[in-house]
């Protein structure tokens, strides 16, 4: 990591974001990512920042403190039914293998648009709800 004061980790990539959030729904597949939009980025893992892993995010917004980056979540494809700070959105096109999908709501990141490295695809309406309101549930309060 940089320093205290900028989360952002040194090799670029997601890093943990704790703001208010505009959210907006606004997929368009045009190789720049957008709120609406699963897209692929380097993630640290929790208990090591300097160490992490190419992971697919569901992008739900724009930072309200720094409207640049885009707030997200992780998602996975290990079954989390039985996790309450995961969310069961279904499938996509952001896994070739459609398996069904689960986001970490637990863990809210943000990410520059240049970090990203590749878009996946674009959430449904009511994927991406399933994100926000489950998102607004963990984090009372905030946007």
């Known amino acids: 990591m940089q320093q205290d004061a900028d989360p952002r980790p040194i090799r670029g990539g997601a890093f943990d974001y704790r ?3 505009i959210p907006e729904y606004a997929p368009e597949l045009d190789h720049e990512p957008d709120p609406g939009e699963v897209v692929w980025a380097w993630v640290p893992f929790e208990e090591d920042l300097s160490q992490g892993k190419d992971r697919p995010l569901a992008i ?5 403190d720094k409207p640049g980056d885009l707030v997200c979540f992780m998602l996975s494809s290990k079954d989390r039914a039985d996790d309450d700070e995961w969310v069961a959105i279904g499938s996509g096109q952001w896994d070739s293998e459609h398996r069904p999908s689960w ?3 637990a863990r809210p990141l943000a990410v520059a648009p240049q970090s990203v490295r590749r878009e996946g695809g674009e959430l449904s309406r009511q994927q991406f709800e399933a994100v926000v309101e489950a998102a607004r549930a963990k984090f009372p309060g905030h946007r």
């Open 60 to 64: 739900v917004g724009r930072a309200l």
């Open 103 to 105: 986001v970490n709501v």
């Open 19 to 21: 703001g208010a959030a």
